[in-house]
């Protein structure tokens, strides 16, 4: 809890400073703007399915937790340890993965369509319109080109991290090293390994 808060209050602090850099942050001692009615409306409905996942996970996970506990201490125990491994590798293996194709796919994205733009302003305008048609098609070619070569970089870079995560996971659930975790055998054998390894892999 205290890394992930650590974490996020970093987080928080190097945007802001990346705001500040590009202009973007408000100045000090600016007024307070206020949303319209409609413009409130407009961002409660774009941020309303994020907001539905994160209370439906926090309470999956809070019946997740009462039900195991009610099980026992090594059901207890062991569904502790199984939560832990899972956020931590599908964590290590997703989010990396996901803010690079967040930052990189529709870079290439609006490249491609400013360049098809383009090409349809050639062909509805005047002079010379063979030039311009061959060279906005070579601008369109190389932005497509440009984003075939981020996926398969994506995807070869996901199949290396998230094989390395297996390796991780792998040897985590190794039962000498959750016995440091836990001494009771029953808490290693109560976890499901199997689904683990595939999460990390997949």
């Known amino acids: 809890a205290a890394a992930t808060s650590a974490a996020q209050v970093s987080s928080c602090a190097y945007l802001r400073r990346r705001l500040v850099k590009a202009g973007l942050a408000p100045q000090s001692g600016s007024p307070v703007v206020v949303p319209s009615r409609a413009k409130a409306r407009e961002l409660l409905t774009e941020t309303l399915p994020h907001g539905v996942v994160c209370a439906s996970r926090t309470a999956f996970y809070f019946l997740l937790g009462r039900w195991c506990c009610q099980l026992g201490v090594v059901a207890s125990a062991a569904q502790q340890i199984t939560s832990t491994v899972f956020w931590g590798s599908s964590s290590a293996s997703a989010e990396p993965m996901s803010v690079a194709a967040q930052t990189f796919v529709p870079e290439q994205t609006v490249l491609i369509r400013a360049a098809a733009a383009n090409n349809n302003n050639n062909n509805n305008g005047d002079g010379n319109a063979d030039d311009d048609d061959g060279s906005t098609r070579r601008g369109v070619a190389t932005a497509v080109s440009r984003l075939v070569t981020v996926l398969r970089r994506l995807f070869v870079v996901s199949l290396l991290w998230g094989a390395g995560v297996t ?25 499901p390994r199997l689904p683990l390894y595939v999460i990390s892999l997949t």
């Not at 390796?167 to 054998?189: D, I, Q």
């Open 167 to 191: 390796g991780v996971v792998w040897a985590v659930l190794r039962p000498g090293f959750v016995a440091r975790l836990s001494p009771n055998p029953a808490v290693s054998a109560e976890i």
